[in-house]
């Protein structure tokens, strides 16, 4: 069963990820090191003991519909309610709604233990914090005093209602529409798919975001407008009232997540409410919807990198536990009795540090990216908006990269158990099975590359990729000046990954600069996968520095290594995927004819 | 929907794995190519419309246990019963049976479109095979008479009994047990678990091979028997008497295979017959019953690496099918009205040219190491011990590498469906969750890695594998000769591969010589990914040269370069985690406490 690592989490984001600084130079109001441990103690305490074992029932179960209601597995309801009155999803939420207003990297690192113990479950706070987001962010007043303070303590849900069948990637298209019936209010017509908690027994209203077109907007995303579609209208005093013209149609039969109901929503069929069309309200200005989205999508990338985090990590302590217990053969140099702990076995080891790297590289990784998110809050000007740039460089990194390892890792968790790890009970497959859909939704992880590649790379010129770039290359001159040799050629390494890095980044730059951007685009992934790997070293690194200049720091140092002289030198193939392949590529389409 | 790859299999087989030179040089007796494509042909029929319906409803519905009996899916055993009238379990089998002792080449290639359309339903036939292999070598002709026959036609289908669940990749610890009775006859006693197709509907009896121990045996792999042990005994006229002491305790709730009865079996609990103890006969000799066992294990072996290049070709069809249809934004060029068919955005295509690239370079090593084994019956001496030796040696490259492609081809094919692959009803999930087994059963793929590194790379001093190196070089010569631009740089890639190859397996050799086994198998897995790589790039290339010299090789030509150009620089990056990672990882066990 998962338990938290509250003590690495607690070391990446001091000595990592940048928290610990910032709370001794007072940047982050009077937020204390001890209310960090406090708040991360108790999270990793509800996350062990009280999600973890209704994930995995909850996986059993699955979510169902019947009559036309939503049940989720059992507990859930009344978990999520404890879990609601211990503060958890207005951790980051407005004061003036009853939030606490707490940095980003608390509520990564929280949502990382939820995750971790069940990312089914997990879904539901997900999407209420993105809700709110938008909300607080784009709402006029009004909304923010009916709706908030509900979201905020989470007695309300909400959900995100973008996807419909022909647009997914691509919500130009979307059909969706939405009609003015005056004084602020709409009525929307139109079919969602892939609506995560969409509809659910576990809060007593839903706050739908729904993405729809006015009768005279523009065609493409400049003609999409968001707005508020609660499922029960809110009446006077502010208790749920009629239903709302929406329901769930169906929800879907998934590989994975099982707990978590994925529905197709109906709005503005007429099966609720005297006038045909679901009431709505304008969030932000017409026609201005993406943009409100796009907001508090970037927020939600980072919570769905965290995922892989979390499944990652999650999957790592089973299979360790497992190669401890399972004992099988004598692996070369076993001197007990009887045959060895798998562990022992060099292939055994090589799987479970792979592992742990790729974990404690991406989970550096998404809380770097939350750093720099709290960072461009509490500063101003230059400094601000290079915080911002270095947010927005990280996330689709932070994303893509950490949703690839939560894949690979749980695959190689499998692994780990042989025979046992294709048997569902055991636990090991769920990993895998809820793992899959994280490099898909909220962008896919080509979609994230696209962007990290046309939008984030060119941010200040190039100035933000290369500052950065320029950031990593200190953390490797303090590994080589460190002339510890428990770090063998990690340093090495490192400047190689770098340079790799950044002779892609100055191609990536130029080309696009020609304006060649089918040849830049063509090794957009494997550009995202050398960022994310050098990034891994790079912050391996920086934390087997601080901890070994505190004399604690062997196993970290030893990490470091493994993942420098092991798992960095595919930077190079990666590079010459980036400024090499794009001609074999465009060549080999005559392949798929 | 599957559609057998027939152009592409007997492409493979002829002109990159050798079947086409061996038939014309007349050693492998009057078989012909027209003979081989009217095979193929009839296979692919087979597959695609009989077998790749009931594989998809077969999953659903899945194999179940009910009142002690094993039901298959719904068709399964009129499925099975059409598909043995066919003859096409007999395809190698001894014809003194009824076995029409063809090539393993073929049985290779109609087990891929077997496996492509329904991975669980194929491995009935896989097991039998196995089975029919081990009584055919050292069964005693009483076996032979009274088995055979039904086993060669499929109306008696075999299974493998080997695990229990303290022994797993360790036989030498299983505890079953076996007592003599006199007349050649023994009662078994034990609990077996993972017994593919170990119980089920679709055949008329089953014929279990069960390795267990004598009262007197030696400790450890050297005092264990093979014995035969029918689920039926067979009454003197050959038809199937009364039922033996053996049942099914249950069946397992796995990942994926479904339809595919996993079974806990029960030896000689007294549930059947008069007497306690599961009547068995021994194969081959007593307390030498591993060596029966590997001598099938490696054909089983190579069955399973087959399993994924059909998963890997199933799974890449649907995806290229789904990335032609389904539009989604504007790709960078795209002159067409409206959005573009997602195969055109440049993320896309290297997605699908990286699964066809895998699907066929590891098809071509499946195929190669079925022609080793081919060759080695048929040729003598010198000239046979070479052709074994070269089967040796593929056969761990051929399972892992060819797995390992499957589950990562399947995990690609999914996230080219963007939300949909995560829908089970689109069919995608169903090829990662079918896929993820085949790395972990018949000898994990850290297993085959062991065995690859410690058994095979010092045959014949090193020779055997040396002498490869050395033809794969030559096929980067000719690559490098052709002077075709087409090809890029492959030949210049092709041959850094090759190198890395060769420094990889020298430094081995000298590791294992000089005794420092925990060193080499720490580099083990990698080297073997190593391997499979290099070939790859090997094979694709001796395709795309024969192909290149007719006119028609455009596609072939493309697809090689595109591997050259994007997969074969991590041969690098593995090379050195070989020869360097070794000191780093055993630095870091101290991460795993």
Redesign the interface.
């Known amino acids: 069963m998962y338990k938290a690592p509250v003590e690495e989490i607690a070391f990446t984001l001091n000595h990592v990820a940048g928290l610990g600084a910032a709370l001794e130079e007072g940047r982050l109001g009077d937020l204390s090191g001890d209310l960090v441990d406090a708040i991360l103690a108790e999270a990793g305490r509800f996350a062990g003991e009280e999600i973890a074992p209704l994930g995995e029932s909850g996986d059993r179960e699955g979510a169902r519909l019947v009559d036309g209601k939503v049940i989720t597995p059992k507990g859930w309801p009344a978990l999520y309610k404890a879990w609601c009155e211990g503060g958890w999803n207005g951790l980051t939420g407005p004061q003036d709604f009853g939030g606490q207003a707490l940095p980003h990297m608390l509520n990564v690192a929280a949502l990382e233990m939820w995750n971790a113990a069940s990312m089914a479950f997990a879904l539901a706070p997900t999407l209420t914090m993105g809700a709110i987001e938008a909300v607080s962010k784009h709402g006029s007043d009004e909304l923010k005093q009916t709706f908030l303070e509900k979201m905020v303590s989470g007695e309300w849900t909400g959900t995100m209602n973008l996807?419909e069948p022909?647009a997914?990637?691509?919500l130009g298209?979307l059909k969706s529409r939405a009609e003015r019936v005056g004084d602020g209010a709409y009525r929307i017509f139109g079919q969602k798919?892939?609506i995560t908690w969409g509809e659910h027994d576990a809060a007593d209203n839903i706050i739908h975001l729904v993405l729809a077109r006015l009768p005279d907007a523009p065609a493409g995303t400049r003609g999409i407008s968001l707005f508020l579609v609660p499922k029960f209208l809110v009446n006077a005093d502010g208790s749920p009232g009629e239903r709302n013209d929406v329901f769930c149609h169906s929800i879907?039969?998934?590989?994975?997540i099982h707990g978590s109901p994925t529905c197709t929503m109906i709005f503005g069929d007429g099966k609720f409410g005297a006038e045909k069309g679901a009431l709505g309200y304008l969030v932000g200005e017409e026609n201005k919807g993406l943009a409100c989205m796009f907001t508090m999508m970037n927020n939600a990338r980072l919570a769905v990198g965290i995922q892989g985090v979390a499944i990652a990590e999650a999957a790592t302590q089973k299979a360790?536990a497992y190669?401890k217990e399972r004992?099988?053969?004598k692996?070369?140099?076993w001197q007990g009795s009887g045959?060895s702990p798998i562990?022992e076995?060099?292939?055994?080891?090589?799987?479970?540090?792979t592992m742990?790297a790729l974990t404690q590289g991406s989970r550096a990784i998404c809380y770097a990216c939350a750093h720099a998110i709290d960072l461009s809050h509490v500063t101003e000007g230059e400094e601000a908006k290079a915080w911002a740039e270095r947010a927005a460089l990280l996330t689709p990194i932070a994303k893509s990269f950490s949703t690839d390892a939560g894949?690979d890792v749980a695959?190689m968790g499998?692994?780990v158990h042989?025979?046992m790890?294709?048997?569902?009970?055991t636990g090991a497959?769920r990993y895998?099975?809820d793992a899959?859909?994280a490099?898909?939704?909220e962008g896919?992880?080509?979609i994230q590359?696209?962007d990290l590649v046309t939008r984030k790379l060119p941010l200040s010129d190039g100035a933000a990729v290369r500052g950065f770039i320029g950031e990593l290359r200190g953390v490797a001159e303090k590994l080589a000046a460190s002339n510890d040799a428990?770090f063998?050629?990690s340093a090495e390494r490192l400047s190689a990954a770098i340079a790799d890095l950044e002779a892609a980044t100055d191609w990536l730059l130029e080309t696009l600069a020609a304006g060649r951007?089918?040849e830049a685009?063509?090794g957009?992934?494997?550009y995202q996968r050398l960022f994310g790997l050098t990034l891994t070293g790079a912050y391996l690194a920086t934390g087997a520095l601080a901890a070994a200049s505190d004399g604690a720091g062997?196993?970290r140092v030893?990490?470091c290594?493994?993942a420098?002289?092991?798992l960095l030198?595919?930077t190079?193939?990666l590079k010459?995927?980036v400024v090499?392949?794009?001609?074999?590529?465009e060549?080999?389409?005559?392949?798929?004819?």
């Open positions: 996807t022909h997914g990637s691509d298209v798919i892939f879907e039969h998934k590989l994975g360790v190669a004992t099988q053969g692996a070369p140099g045959m562990i076995h060099p292939d055994i080891a090589r799987t479970l540090l742990k894949v695959s499998i692994q042989g025979g790890g294709f048997i569902e009970e497959a895998l099975r899959r859909i490099p898909i939704y896919t992880n080509g590359a696209i428990a063998g050629t951007q089918a685009l063509a957009a992934t494997p062997e196993k030893a990490l290594r493994f420098a002289e092991n030198a595919e190079a193939a010459d995927a090499g392949g794009a001609a074999s590529l060549a080999a389409r005559v392949v798929l004819g």
